[in-house]
């Protein structure tokens, strides 16, 4: 038997995820809906923005598309009105990042088969190349651009809309949503080099939205901190359920991200979302003194493992505030399984100094399994499985991957998915505690990276038989980044990394290359990582 | 004590963001003082924080971000200066 959750759920699961914005925008219609770098929108404002949005989508998008539509913005208004317009018009969203290389978000556009984009005026630099791009007739919607007509002229064969075009907010025409299908759809590091998208479905959302509001207690006068990309799915948590309950989602500028403490205080925060490393620098630098954020209520860590001395540091700066750690793969959309923080008796619990990842939320069922997908006995280590509400539909065209990685385990009727995390299944007593990866995957800074990908990447590029690709300096919470090995020396190092520099995101581009004549193997004749990583400590460091 | 120059922040810094450099074909000599590292996408918040904590570590002081305009704290001139100036009272 697997293990039944815990927790418990108060309210049934509404249907598109959209569905609590337009309540509370009703309800809330002059309460702030996003601050967005010093830019308020009410409810009212934001519903107006994104109803016209999704109008134009309903009139304008190119037949021959997928359900989905691509939100080309970051940290602007255009972002989270894109999202709600999207939804409104019954499609899922494709959250693209400008800061990924344009390779990649171009991999990201096509395996999606989106035909509308919303961009706003920042992304618009790597617009361009995407409209050369692509053969197939886009709707490109531009709603901070008044002038489109260099871009009409230049590309004829796509439908450019720009401020003064956009279809008035009323005539919006609802769409019926069906609970399975796409809310958003999300790229995520794939181990041959093509990024897989996850397909989370609205009802997946709607089970987690609406046991967290629940559980934390949102009301209109609650804060959100948007410390999260969109092309991260815990940016969702931020939005959804913030506006579930009519509270604000506070977004700032990448510079203000520099100094988090500051955010809080001038933000006014009163739920703080965020991958543990930030907390682990906001300590190293001094920013977390005892009783410096008493506005939070609650502060919660994902992404990453949290170390115990950020919990109980954190809760020491946010004395009003409860320390929750969530755990949870995009897979099983956001967050499945959390732990809270409970100063004098959280410590002993803790395995290597890090927070345990504790109970699944209601619905979920956690079934920990030997590499025979065998369960293995209470306080034993094995592969964490989980099934339930929050299990997504699969990758998106990829029914090979999917079945991969969504199994019916021996004796079980409901779909699994792996996690590929080794976690110790909890006994009678002890809370469930996460141990590793058990493939290669690590993270750096919360995001998910394949070593794989980077290696098949590595040797593409460099054009070698042999690479490898190791998180260093092994950090509490994964690595700093990433140090190559590649076999033999046809290519200069830096020219290798300019080529890695164009396909991988910034973190998961290696820092150094190391050329070897010949790589270690171990007895199995398996390449040794372990001494490679060993050369690393005998390196100078940079 | 010895004396940490703009010179020696500013070549630390450059160091440590090699990889970086090198991807975008930047050479160090090419990164003019009001570089922004930050807006020129050369690394993201974290990457910032991260080179702060590793240039505190290096010459043993603490950057104060209530007296670093956080406009300046991203531009390679300004905060080299900063850190300069840190050291200076540090040793003192």
Known sequence: MGTASKLSVANAPSRGIHEGFLRSSVRYAHRPAVEVRGTMLTYDELRNRAMSLAASLERATPPGGTPLTAVFARRSTTAYSGVLAALLAGHGYVPLNRTFPLERTWAMLQRSGCRSLIVDAESELRLEAILDLSEEPLLIILPERTDTSYLRSRWSRHTILGASDLEPAGNFEEKPVSPDSIAYLLFTSGSTGIPKGVMVAHQNVAHFVSFMTDRYGICEYDRFSQTFDMTFDLSAFDMFVAWERGACVCCPSEKTLINPAKFIQDAKLTVWFSVPTVGVFMKRLGALKA?????????????????????????????????????????????????????????????????????????????VVDEELREVPPGKDGELLMAGPQVALGYWQD????????????????????????????????????????????????????????????????????????????????????????????????????????????????????????????PNGKIDRGKLAKLLGDLPQF | ?????????????????????????????????????????????????????????????????????PENLTVIGPFCRHIAEKSLTVNR
């Open chain 1, 399 to 522: 029914p090979e991957k999917t079945a991969t990685a969504f199994v019916l385990p021996p004796g079980k009727n409901q779909t699994y998915y792996r996690t590929g995390d080794r976690v110790r299944r909890p006994n009678k007593t002890g809370p469930m505690c996460y141990l590793g990866r058990v493939d290669h995957q690590i993270k750096i800074q919360g995001h998910r990276v394949e070593l794989g990908e980077v290696e098949s990447l590595l040797r593409q590029e460099a054009g070698v038989d042999a690479a490898v690709a190791i998180g260093w300096p092994v950090t509490v919470s994964g690595a700093g980044g990433i140090e190559a090995f590649v076999m033999g020396n046809k290519l200069e190092p830096q020219t290798i990394l300019e080529r890695l520099k164009r396909k991988l995101p910034a973190y998961a581009v290696p820092r150094r290359i190391h050329l070897l004549s010949e790589l270690p193997l171990n």
């Open chain 1, 291 to 367: 009783g410096q954020f008493p506005t939070l209520r609650w502060s919660l860590f994902c992404g990453e493992p949290l170390p115990a001395e950020i919990a109980e540091s954190w809760s020491r700066a946010a004395p009003n505030s409860v320390v929750e750690n969530l755990y949870g793969p995009t897979e099983l959309t956001i967050a499945c399984c959390l732990y809270r923080w409970q100063a004098g008796k959280s410590e002993e619990q803790c395995l290597r100094g890090v927070v345990p990842i504790g109970d699944p939320f209601p619905g979920m069922d956690v079934l």
């Open chain 2, 1 to 69: 004590m010895k004396v940490i120059s703009v010179e020696d922040v500013r070549s630390l810094v450059l160091e440590k963001l090699q990889p970086w450099l090198d991807a975008k074909g930047l050479g160090a000599e090419e990164i003019p003082d009001n570089f922004d590292l930050l807006t020129e996408g050369l690394i993201d918040s974290m990457g910032i924080l991260q080179l702060i904590s590793e240039v505190e570590a290096r010459f043993g002081i603490t950057v104060d971000f209530e007296e670093l305009d």
